[in-house]
């Protein structure tokens, strides 16, 4: 009887421990990096690392990470049956790791993008720019950041 | 902050003024919104102040949507977007923007294309 009760007991305290931390996650508010990134990936058939399609063009280092401008060209066709279709930015270090998706087809007829960003820290931002097809190509580079953009 | 929030500046313009039938023009679409992250304290209150974001930004050509952009807290509060378009006729481009709280701003611009 002692036993059962101590393996209900704790039973309900591991369910009660469990539920606070899926709790504590979902009110946090938080998308962390890997999340993110999963989310951008999903489906995918291949995925091009460090791609040299990707021009990227962000500062080195910013002052405050409250306007950082971040500039995407990549050489892709764009044409009817093969184009890039979503572009995002993540950031690794930031709370919400997500920063934007761009949604585009073939009429944009240029995979490009100009955004501003908040950055928390020193941390990479990561471009994935995904085609209709199941291609991901991805880049990213490192931005010091002296006084946090997201406090 | 979201109650007295008036969102009212906004634009939506071309870089290039003389656009050419085919031409693919690259489009600025700009405006500014608090963007709280829902993890910074109020300064005067000391309280946690809640979310308050633009959650996406839309495209329309002649009322026909072009491309769309999805937001996170991580947008800069100064909200500048620049995305290409290629452009065959004279007509009126609009972005629209909403935020988690279900405003809305919506901008428009008419464009010229010589033949």
């Known amino acids: ?16 421990l469990a539920g606070v931390d899926i709790f504590a996650k979902n009110v946090s508010g938080k998308i962390g990096f890997e999340e993110a990134y999963e989310d951008a990936i999903k489906g995918v ?27 995407v060209d990549i050489d892709y066709p764009m044409k009817e049956d093969r184009y890039i279709e979503h572009i995002y930015i993540l950031a690794t270090k930031n709370p919400v790791a997500k920063i934007i998706k761009a949604n585009y087809t073939f009429i944009n007829a240029k995979a490009y993008l100009f955004v501003n960003i908040k950055l928390s820290e020193t941390q990479d931002v990561a471009i994935l720019a ?22 | 902050m979201s109650m007295g929030f008036k ?51 839309k495209i329309f050509f002649e009322d026909i949507l072009v491309c769309s952009f999805d937001f996170e807290v991580s947008a800069s509060p100064k909200l500048v977007v620049k995305f290409p ?22 901008k428009s611009v008419k464009i010229s294309v010589q033949n």
């Open chain 1, 130 to 151: 995904r085609s209709n097809i199941g291609e991901i190509f991805e880049k990213r580079k490192r931005v010091k950041v002296a006084i946090s953009g997201c406090s």
């Open chain 1, 45 to 71: 058939k291949k995925i091009y690392k460090d791609s040299e399609k990707i021009k990227l063009k962000i500062p080195k280092e910013v002052k405050k990470g409250l306007v950082v401008p971040v500039e």
């Open chain 1, 1 to 16: 009887m002692e036993r059962r009760d101590f393996l209900k007991n704790s039973s309900f305290a591991a369910l009660s």
């Open chain 2, 7 to 57: 969102w009212k500046r906004g634009v939506i313009k071309p870089l290039k003024k003389e656009i050419k039938k085919g031409d693919v023009v690259i489009f600025t679409a700009a405006t500014y919104h608090p963007m709280d992250s829902g993890f910074q304290k109020d300064k005067t209150t000391n309280k946690i102040k809640p979310k308050f974001f633009v959650k996406e930004l």
């Open chain 2, 85 to 106: 378009l290629r452009v065959f006729k004279s007509g009126r481009i609009k972005a629209l923007w909403e935020d988690n709280l279900g405003n809305i701003l919506s």
